[in-house]
């Protein structure tokens, strides 16, 4: 998803995203045209830390694990 639209659906500014994608390396899936295509589910994830006011986890895989475990939880 780029970062207009992952913006968009997060209610956050597509500044922000691409923000995150450089501070936590978020999962880069391709390009369209210009456009970086990012993982959904990981900028999700990085938005549900910072909203519950939790640490994210440094790489792709912690912030995969996360939602595992978040998953079994529920």
Known sequence: MTAKIAA???GREAVTIRQ????YGV???GRVGRE???DF???????GCIWR???VPDSPEG??????RLAAAA
């Open 8 to 10: 968009a659906r997060l």
């Open 20 to 23: 995150w994608a450089r501070r």
């Open 27 to 29: 999962q880069v899936l």
């Open 36 to 38: 970086v295509v990012y």
């Open 41 to 47: 589910a990981d900028l999700a994830t990085i938005e």
């Open 53 to 55: 006011g939790d640490d």
């Open 63 to 68: 912030r995969d694990a996360l939602r595992a």
